[in-house]
């Protein structure tokens, strides 16, 4: 084996002009739990479809599992499962009946692959279901059949892109324990999510992507320390008479680096010993009435994305509310 279980070199996946992933490059280390936090579109399907082999990159290349993703397709191939954002599943089958399925295209021997449905059933505990149609099951437990399936030939490496998308909270908590249970058995796991909370909550390390670029990659904990320890402070505020012509006076603040809002809710990311009080002012003079105004203590992995990309994860679908300030400043090269 390799010091990592994935490096990515330059990673490109062009379709047609658009640049999905463009020239990505990291190393995912053995055993960790990798996270690509992104929102829609940032490109994070495209690289888990290059690195699984399903999609062919533009330029770039990687190992995984020690192998070459160009030249030895066959070989990353046997030491990587999927978990994919779309559900693969027979629900007129039952659930052994799925997973034998599966097993078979793996070509794993008739009685070692009956060993280990048994013993993934365990892992997510639902052995009592073995033998009953998937059509039954709500969709935490086709989930929870969709991950051990992506085990069955024995991965050292598990991809799961947005493996919780669509569940509810105690669904999504079981399939996080289930992902720390595979972790902990040995498997490198890299999951996508657009959930802030999920990628806190999973991984040793997060990738923020956007425009299929990495905006910031580290610990979660040192992603949100980077900046408190910058010169950067994010304000939340309600402005109950919030109006656009006011978003711009914030936006064209000097110390102001980038604006999300939501309704009447504003979360403005500035720099400076006085920033807050520029900000005050300038919503008063304007008119503004403030219900409330807070320096957010505790920064937040949502705070990070706002500050290293310059816009909030919910804006991103709808470039039109993409906030940089009006010196042309991107927040990008004020937190390294
Ligand atoms: N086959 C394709 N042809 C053309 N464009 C594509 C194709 N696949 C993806 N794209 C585009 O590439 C970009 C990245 O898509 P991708 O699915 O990787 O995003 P994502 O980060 O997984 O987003 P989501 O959170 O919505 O799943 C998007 O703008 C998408 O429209
Ligand atoms: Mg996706």
Redesign the pocket.
Known sequence: MTEYAIEVNKLT?K??D?T??DNLSLNVDEGEIFG?L????????????MLCTLSQPTSGNAKVAGYDLMKDHAMVRENIGLVA?KMIMYDRLTASENLRFFGKLYAIPKQKLEERIDELLELVNMQEWKNTQISKFSTGMKQRINVIRALLPDPKILFM??PTLGLDPQTTFSIRDITRDINKSGVTVIL?T?AMTEAEALSDRVAI?DH?QIAALDTPHNLKKMISTSDTTIFSTRITNLTSQLIEKIKSLEVVTAVAHDNYDLKISASGSDSLNQIIDTIRREGGNISSIVNTAESTLEDVFLTVTGKDMRDHANEKSTTYNSHGQTPKSRVR
């Not at 992104?38 to 479809?49: D, F, H, M, V």
Request: proline letters at 4%; a negative charge.
């Open positions: 996946k379709f047609d658009f999905a992933v690509f992104g929102p829609n579109g940032a490109g994070k399907s495209t690289t888990i479809r954002e892109d947005e996508t657009h992507i299929g």
